[in-house]
T-cell receptor, first 110, second 114 residues
């Protein structure tokens, strides 16, 4: 069974700090990686996708991928209380099939 | 552009009954995936449909089935409901192209089995 592992948290960071969220995956052939944000009682919404090794930046968000280490991370700079949510890592595992981690709960303290 | 819609939003059923959930994808999207979300297991992949064909499925019993219509709308059915089927069922739509596809989720259907 292919797996995606995330620390469940909660990860608490002060407002304005950098939040670092991590994800490891077991399927070595995975090519596509995604970060979703899910507010309590809402459905997941896509924040970032990344397909190549290295960093990808979008506003305050940076996704980092290291396929050799099977590791994906999401950095949130200048964290805001509105960033408080559960962050889900998703990995493509087989064509048209995505495996999700159980999510990391982030709390940004004002 | 309208988002993914799911009906009904809430359902209460009893053990042994069956249930049908509906999902309408974003216009132009031909792929619909279904997920079950529970507090303990997180988001688990059920199956994916594209142009009325199931292209992949997760590790769920045969009581869980789905189909897709020619207009890309999809339904999933759960027969002989069990207490453990209580969950949030999410569908997600995408264009269906491999590797760089992006999934957009609907609001979900909350199923409670008594």
């Amino acid at each position: 069974q292919k797996e995606v592992e995330q620390n469940s948290g909660p990860l608490s960071v002060p407002e304005g700090a950098i939040a670092s969220l991590n994800c490891t995956y077991s399927d070595r052939v995975s090519q596509s990686f995604f970060w979703y944000r899910q507010y309590s009682g809402k459905s997941p919404e896509l924040i970032m996708s990344i397909y190549s090794n290295g960093d990808k930046e979008d506003g305050r968000f940076t996704a980092q991928l290291n396929k050799a280490s099977q590791y994906v991370s999401l950095l949130i700079r200048d964290s805001q209380p509105s960033d408080s949510a559960t962050y889900l890592c998703a990995v493509e595992s087989g064509t048209y099939k995505y495996i999700f981690g159980t999510g990391t709960r982030l709390k940004v303290l004002a | 552009k309208a988002g993914v819609t799911q009906t009904p939003r809430y359902l209460i059923k009893t053990r042994g009954q069956q249930v049908t959930l509906s999902c309408s994808p974003i216009s132009g999207h031909r792929s619909v995936s279904w997920y079950q979300q529970t507090p303990g297991q997180g988001l688990q992949f059920l199956f994916e449909y594209f142009s009325e064909t199931q292209r992949n499925k997760g590790n769920f019993p045969g009581r869980f089935s789905g189909r897709q219509f020619s207009n890309s709308r999809s339904e999933m059915n759960v027969s002989t409901l069990e207490l453990g089927d209580s969950a949030l069922y999410l569908c997600a739509s995408s264009r269906g192209t491999p590797l760089t596809d992006t999934q957009y989720f609907g609001p979900g259907t909350r199923l409670t089995v008594l």
